[in-house]
């Protein structure tokens, strides 16, 4: 199992929970965030606001949750944002208490 977190504009969030969710993605969780790009020029107490959208999936949809959050959230512009996977070794479902692959 993934984790893959994208941050994205605020104005694209629903748009690419949609499309996480066409790739067969169960469940999604969003927060709203705020930061600053290596990139960007030192801003002391400024921060840039976005969305970050959580999901876990199996390895084989990875490539293709990737791309269909690049596809709808390009603008082709600087920050646009990043998406970070990593690996997820357990999960545990509290009130079942299944641990291991679930239905994610």
């Known amino acids: 199992m993934k984790k893959i977190e994208a941050i994205v504009q605020s104005g694209t969030k629903d748009a690419v929970i949609s499309a996480i969710k ?3 993605v169960g469940g999604v969780t ?4 705020q930061g600053q ?3 960007d020029p030192p801003l002391v107490g ?3 606001s976005r969305d970050m959208i959580i999901c876990v999936a199996d390895d084989p949809k990875v490539d293709e949750i990737i791309d269909a959050i690049a596809n709808v959230a390009c603008t082709g512009t600087k920050g646009d944002g ?3 996977v990593t690996s ?3 999960a ?3 009130c079942t208490k299944k641990r291991g692959t679930m239905d994610i």
């Open 46 to 48: 400024e921060y840039f």
């Open 37 to 39: 790009g290596a990139q």
């Open 22 to 24: 066409k790739v067969g």
């Open 30 to 33: 969003t927060f709203q965030v």
């Open 88 to 90: 997820v070794v357990d």
């Open 92 to 94: 545990l479902d509290i």
């Open 82 to 84: 990043k998406v970070f």
